[in-house]
């Protein structure tokens, strides 16, 4: 357990406090709104079931255990940049298991699987696949680029990353998904947080300007063309990628 002695209560902290009980509000809420519709109550349960089980608990034992995972991944014999976006993806993968296990729990919430859902498929494969980790890592190779170029801490990293995927959300499924902005940057951001951990320290990296920051958001979109390389059964199979998420709020 984290003890509270533990927490140094700096402007970190209070940043992701803040996210937190902002994202609890709105969900709460829109629970509130939605409950007498079975459908849309049971894709806001499936949503606390992702805060509790991606956010909190995996979040909080990436904090924990940060040292311990840190020093595993120094020992891992490849260049820091593989590693780091390998390290991204099984954190995705991670994340995808829990909304795929979610979305087949459906019952749990009192519907039918596929009549409420918050993943693309019920069919991990075709999750990861063919909707979601097949596109982020294009992306976590854009943000391994990144970090040769500047010394983002850990923290920004996880707070662009978190924008970039508002922005997605926002970009793929309406406007409504900015009210959810906690929810994205815990979701997107808890993927890369740990790794970015992992590039050396006295690596040729200049600090980052202030320009470095919108550069940061904006850039690993450019790098979603690289799915055509990575993941040819996309274009053989004629099917095109989405990032799907569930719609809080929505």
Request: aromatic letters at 16%; proline letters at 8%.
């Amino acid at each position: 357990m984290i003890c509270m002695r533990r927490i140094r209560w700096n402007p970190r902290v209070i940043a992701v406090g803040v996210l937190g009980a902002w994202q609890i509000l709105v969900t709460g809420l829109v629970t509130i709104g939605v409950w007498n519709n079975p459908v849309h109550r049971a894709v806001l349960g499936m949503g606390w079931g992702l805060l509790l089980l991606w956010v909190a608990v995996c979040g909080l034992s990436m904090l924990y255990w940060r040292e311990r995972l840190n020093q595993l991944a120094a020992r891992v014999p490849i260049p820091w940049g593989l590693k780091f976006v390998l390290g991204c993806t099984l954190l995705a993968l991670l994340e995808e298991a829990i909304t795929t296990t979610l979305t087949n729990s459906a019952p749990l919430f009192g519907v039918a699987v596929g009549e409420a859902y918050i993943t693309a498929s019920a069919n991990y494969l075709d999750v990861v696949l063919y909707h979601s980790v097949v596109v982020f890592v294009p992306m976590f190779i854009g943000w391994a680029l990144l970090l040769r170029w500047w010394r983002f801490s850990p923290f920004a990293v996880f707070l662009l990353f978190g924008i970039t995927g508002t922005l997605a959300e926002t970009l793929t499924f309406g406007p409504q998904n900015l009210a959810n902005f906690a929810f994205w940057i815990f979701v997107y951001g808890l993927m890369v947080w740990l790794p970015a951990h992992w590039p050396p320290q006295y690596r040729p990296a200049r600090p980052p300007r202030w320009w470095s920051y919108p550069v940061a958001v904006f850039l690993p979109f450019l790098f979603v063309p690289l799915v055509a390389v990575l993941a040819p059964w996309l274009w053989l199979t004629a099917k095109h990628p989405d990032i799907h998420f569930p719609p809080i709020g929505g």
